[in-house]
Structure formats: C-alpha cells, structure tokens
T-cell receptor, first 115, second 115 residues
Framework: AQTVTQSQPEMSVQEAETVTLSCTYDTSESNYYLFWYKQPPSRQMILVIRQEAYKQQNATENRFSVNFQKAAKSFSLKISDSQLGDTAMYFC????????????FGKGTKLSVKP | DGGITQSPKYLFRKEGQNVTLSCEQNLNHDAMYWYRQDPGQGLRLIYYSQIVNDFQKGDIAEGYSVSREKKESFPLTVTSAQKNPTAFYLCASQRGSGWVNTEAFFGQGTRLTVV
C-alpha cells in the first residue's frame, strides 16, 4: 500500500522569504504522479504543482518548485518570495493510475506567512 | 462551466439517522473519491470509484456506503453505524486511470454535524 508522510505539522515564514515543505512517500510502483495541494481557510482545495515520476526534471510553477528525489522517495515543495496569501494547509498527494489506483494524501502542513 | 458540486454545504444529523451527501460532476471524469477531513488527520479516503457501477473501499469505509449508477454522480451515505460522523467531507473527481492530466478537482465540501 502507498503511504504519504508530511513530517512538519506547522511552519511559519516571514513574508518575502523562502520556505520548504517536506514530503516522503512509499510505493513499489515505478510510474505515478505526485501533487501538492493548497487548502486556504475557505477549505477549497487548489492544485499547486504536479510531478510525473518518469520525468527527471523538477516541476516549477512561478514561485513554487519541487525537489523530486525518486530514489529517496522524497518530494519537497519550495515556496519563494512568500506572500500573505500563501497562508494555508498544504497537502502532498500520491496517485497511482492503475486500474485500482487511488489518490492518497499526507496529513498536511499548516503554513503561516507573517508580515 | 465544468466543475464538481457538493451539497449541502452544511448538514445536521440526529443520532441514529442515515444521511446522504451529494456529489455531482460535469467534467466527464471517470474516477471519483470521497474523503473525510478531521483536524490533524489530513484527508482520509472513504470510498473511490474508477468506473460506473464499481467502487472500492478506502481506509475508513466502515459506517459509510456509496453508489455509482451514473458517471456524473457519486453520493455518500453516512449510516447510523458510523459512530463519529461529525467531520468535513470532500468529494473529488479525476480523469481516470490514464497517465495524462490526472489532476483531481474538488468540491467545496460538506460540513456534517451530529446533534
């Protein structure tokens, strides 16, 4: 069974600084997707960034980037130039697209951006 | 506009009653999921379905039931057997078990409270 672990329940960062959120996962599959989702106080889940396991290049979306280490099964999220609007819960998620595949989430990291 | 709709937003249940949470999507997605979110627990998978008329139990299926009679709809029934149903429930849909564009889209959630 696949598992996703986020070891940082809470983090804080000063506005305009950089912060890294950690995520590790466990799977025996070789082809899969990894995601970071953001859940602001409105509780609407928003996709931040995705990574295909077969791609060696780390995904980047504006101020958000990942450090994907497939051998280590690590998938960290770096937020650069943090903004107040980045304050939210961040969830790491794993998806295996086989016929019985499902979408598994970590427990989340609560990020607070301070002015 | 395509999207995924959960209703109602807030639901109150008396002890011993069954209640059904609605989830409808018009994204033509094959896969649909139900998650329960409790503080400090992240998103825990209740049930998921990859195709019509088929569904699988997730990690915490006891006390819940689902149906998937139509591609667009995946209702969740919280039965009286669920001892602690007060939680926030999220429904999600995803294109399917393929390898392209497997981002999951989420509804806005239903807050269920036992009174």
């Amino acid at each position: 069974a696949q598992t996703v672990t986020q070891s940082q329940p809470e983090m804080s960062v000063q506005e305009a600084e950089t912060v890294t959120l950690s995520c590790t996962y466990d799977t025996s599959e070789s082809n899969y997707y990894l995601f970071w989702y953001k859940q602001p106080p409105s509780r609407q889940m928003i996709l931040v960034i995705r990574q295909e396991a077969y791609k060696q290049q780390n995904a980047t979306e504006n101020r958000f980037s990942v450090n994907f280490q497939k051998a280590a099964k690590s998938f960290s999220l770096k937020i650069s130039d943090s903004q107040l609007g980045d304050t939210a819960m961040y969830f790491c998620a794993f998806h295996y697209g086989g016929s019985q595949g499902n979408l598994i989430f970590g427990k989340g990291t609560k990020l607070s951006v301070k002015p | 506009d395509g999207g995924i709709t959960q209703s109602p937003k807030y639901l109150f249940r008396k002890e011993g009653q069954n209640v059904t949470l609605s989830c409808e999507q018009n994204l033509n997605h094959d896969a649909m999921y139900w998650y329960r979110q409790d503080p400090g627990q992240g998103l825990r998978l209740i049930y998921y379905s990859q195709i019509v008329n088929d569904f699988q139990k997730g990690d915490i299926a006891e006390g819940y039931s689902v149906s998937r009679e139509k591609k667009e709809s995946f209702p969740l029934t919280v039965t009286s057997a669920q001892k602690n149903p007060t939680a926030f429930y999220l429904c999600a849909s995803q294109r399917g078990s393929g390898w392209v564009n497997t981002e999951a889209f989420f509804g806005q959630g239903t807050r269920l409270t036992v009174v």
